[in-house]
């Protein structure tokens, strides 16, 4: 399995830039689940200055970005993030941001979501939203749809929240309600019958396939690289350590006996990029 990304002093600041660019997985604002959406505010010529633990997972890492961004913008003050709702010693759950937006006057609650998708056409032919699965089918876009509208959203205005929101002064029957959902999603290869409709179309990111259609007379004039899962957000442009396609197989083998799609990046001959997953199931 390949290891981290070689230059390490930039490490931080690439996936930092990774993570900005990420497009919403909303086309705009108003969508047909009824969420409201947080856009990030961009924030100008800013090198990311935070230190991050080389354990810290894709999503919390995902949240030091976001908290980066709020911090070094006028528009938005940080209030509180990741307060812990807990009752008789059982963690009911956990809110992500607490938001003062400057310019409206308002208290928000921002619902922090950072994913990668697989469009797997073969779970329905009448319903696309469906088919947007993880890459290794443990979970999809509507089952975390549903975690925020049956569950993050709601807690809020139980009275355990309301108790813990109250020492800092918040009152949740004046807060408004947010999602921020970035994601990067991947086609089928060589897909051209789905439109994906419901989907902004700026987040799809590359396509995905089957081992049997990652193949030496197509795939074997090119350098890969496989990065681990906290470093998906970046863009390997720096990266010195690629593999040509013989040296690549053992690394998939290798996440395809832990269940686990392979991540990678492709520098093709004239010196672009594109990425995708090979998929164990």
Known sequence: MSKDFKIKGINNELAYQGF??????????????????????????IPFSEEISPQL???????????????????????????QVIHEKKTLGEFDF?????????ILHVELVYKFYL?????SKDDELKCWIGPNRKDSLLRKINRLKEHQFPLLYRSESEKVLSRIQLNPRQLKQKVCFKANLFVPKNDNQSTYRLINHSAIAGYWMHLNEFTEAEYGQDKYFSPQKKDWPIHPRYQKDWKNFKEILPEIDYLFKHKKAAYVWRKLQNGSFERFFIVWW
């Not at 660019?21 to 924030?43: G, H, Q």
């Not at 607490?98 to 308002?106: G, H, I, V």
């Not at 469009?119 to 779970?123: E, G, H, R, V």
């Open 98 to 106: 607490f938001l003062r937006d400057r310019e409206l006057k308002e």
């Open 119 to 123: 469009f797997d056409p073969s779970i």
């Open 57 to 83: 997972v894709l999503g919390k890492r995902a949240e030091v970005f976001f908290n980066f961004s709020i911090k070094n913008n006028s528009r938005y003050e940080m209030v509180a993030q990741n307060l």
């Open 20 to 45: 900005i660019s990420t497009a919403s997985i909303f086309k705009t604002e108003k969508n047909r689940f009824d969420l409201d959406v947080f856009t990030l505010p961009k924030v100008n010529s």
